[in-house]
């Protein structure tokens, strides 16, 4: 429990002061030393970092995107995200869909998706769909996400 909450605190001071994760993880093992605790695997601390940030992140974007007079002037939200050798194919399936900001997708879905996800959203006007070319699709037509076992119910933090 103490670990957990250690990590927990650490986080969110990264968030708070925009540490990136090279300044995370060094913290992070300062802390695991001090305490005589076992270091953590770095491909585990990347996990718990990019979860926690990326979470922060979406929950901050939902918070100013569901603002009345945004939802208003924008009422489309589109799935952005990074089209690497990483990502897997349901996340790769939905970038670049745009759905109704109030679809009942995004009440049971959004970035991260799971873990490690690099998927965001940005909102759109009419607009901006007509000036880009993009047609609203139904988030029933966007299968496996979230992925199976991820709880995207609520914040990370």
Not at 9 to 20: C, F, Q, S, V
Request: net charge positive; hydrophobic share 35%.
């Amino acid at each position: 429990q103490d670990m957990l909450q250690l990590v927990h605190d650490e986080l969110g001071k990264a968030i708070e002061e925009g540490t990136d994760l090279r300044e995370f993880s060094k913290r992070l093992s300062e802390r695991f030393d001090s305490a005589g605790w076992t270091q953590l695997n770095p491909s585990h601390v990347e996990t718990v970092f990019r979860n926690g940030v990326m979470g922060a992140y979406a929950d901050g974007r939902r918070v100013q995107m569901t603002q009345p007079a945004v939802m208003a002037a924008r009422p489309y939200w589109q799935v952005l995200g990074v089209s690497d050798s990483r990502t897997r194919p349901t996340h790769a399936g939905a970038i670049g869909k745009v759905l109704p900001a109030d679809d009942p997708f995004f009440g049971r879905a959004g970035p991260p998706f799971g873990h490690n996800c690099r998927c965001r959203i940005v909102s759109r006007s009419a607009a901006d769909l007509k000036r880009l070319g993009l047609v609203p699709t139904i988030g029933a037509q966007l299968r496996g996400l979230p992925d199976e076992g991820w709880n995207a119910s609520g914040s990370l933090l």
